[in-house]
């Protein structure tokens, strides 16, 4: 059977299925397909599309004033964003005496709302009411499941009416990824997806969702906001790792050496870390840096600043050429420092020290020296 291979973009809904249905070419028929992002740069970039709705909105001083996932399609190709919310669009702040059109009680509801919905008072969305929805639809976006509180104890009270699940989730419910909690972890044949995914991603995704829902589910100030997610989604596309020979995958995935180092899992190709005391920058063969670690601009994902090339006189080793237009400052661990102008290097030599644009001292500081470069051959020149 021939299948039309041209999928429209998806909604969350088909997303959390991993699956949509299309027309199959030579009968007509509609037929189910199985669907998944054609790479983890297109998953994110659709998560960074969906912040940047939001972020453009409250710039505009409005929020969304529903609670409904369809209106937002990804591209699986591409990850490009296409919505249809305008309409659910109101002033920040507003108070509607009534429950608005898209309103519909369900876990994308920030807690505020349920209860005023319990209360039946008017609803007010602000742009933390707007956080709690980003995170509870991006929850379901990155691990394809329910609620982020559906849990054994969410599972055990399927007979409550909507009202009373969400005002259940709201006075007693408990993030079923909290990692000091049992009462409500998640229930295998049910949430294995959930389960299945939540090792793959990097801990600090785990680490955002904690604080949205265990901190931020009552206390809203302590939400994530758009910019908090601009900053994780960046970082976890820098941190995503492929290797020429087939492995993909985040870089907890690599295997660390006793001297400091990582090494693919597949092939054994050597990773060395420059580390800022809280980030890292993994170094490799053939590897590239990009503006959001070298360069002003935290969130610039695509400009290439750096690359990782060999030097011309000695095959083996490599260095970091700049290809920006700063100048770096590389300092040597015999306390030398020199400028980096743009087609010149600095090697990768343990002890060795690099400030990009930002400001910040970047080093590689292995627990066991690893000499890369004998002194005489620290040109940066020949990068």
Known sequence: ??????????????????????????????????????????????????????EHIHKEGYVY??????????????????????????????????????????????????????????????????????????????????SPFEG????????????????????????????????????????????????????????????????????SNLRPSEVDWKQLLVRMAMDYQTCGCGFKGFSHFLKEKGNGTLVCPGCGKLFYPLSNGMDRILLK???KLYACQTGRNPFDKDTVTGLIVENRQRKGLFGIKNVSGGIWRGMYPDNTVKEIGRNQGIPIWDGMRIRFELGEDWS??????????????VDGNEQ
């Open 152 to 219: 054994k104890m969410m599972v055990n009270r399927c007979f409550l009416s909507p009202l009373e699940k969400e005002m259940y989730r709201v006075e007693n419910g408990r993030f079923c990824m909290d990692s000091d909690e049992e009462q409500n972890a998640p229930v295998k044949g049910i949430q294995d997806k959930l389960i299945r995914y939540w090792g793959e991603y990097p801990e600090m995704l785990r680490r955002m969702f904690r604080r949205a829902f265990i901190e931020g589910g009552t206390l």
């Open 285 to 287: 063969e053939g590897g």
């Open 364 to 377: 590689l500081k292995l627990t066991r020296p690893v000499k890369l470069y004998e002194e005489s051959e």
């Open 1 to 54: 059977m021939s299948v039309n291979k041209e999928f429209s973009p998806v909604t969350l809904r088909e997303i959390r299925e991993e699956k949509t249905a299309t027309r199959a070419e030579d009968t007509g028929k509609t037929v189910e397909k199985s669907i998944h992002f054609s790479s983890m740069d297109s998953l994110i970039q659709g998560a960074l599309s969906l912040v940047c709705f939001f």
């Open 65 to 146: 004033g529903a609670n409904a996932a369809d209106p937002f399609r990804f591209s699986l190709q591409t990850g490009e964003l296409t919505e249809d919310a305008k309409k659910y669009l109101v002033k920040a702040y507003t108070m509607v005496a009534e429950r608005p059109e898209g309103i519909t009680l369900n876990e994308f509801l920030a807690p505020e709302l349920v209860e005023a919905a319990a209360s039946g008072q008017g609803f007010q969305f602000t742009p933390e009411t707007d956080w709690y929805y980003l995170s509870v639809f991006l929850f379901e976006y990155f691990f394809h499941t329910g």
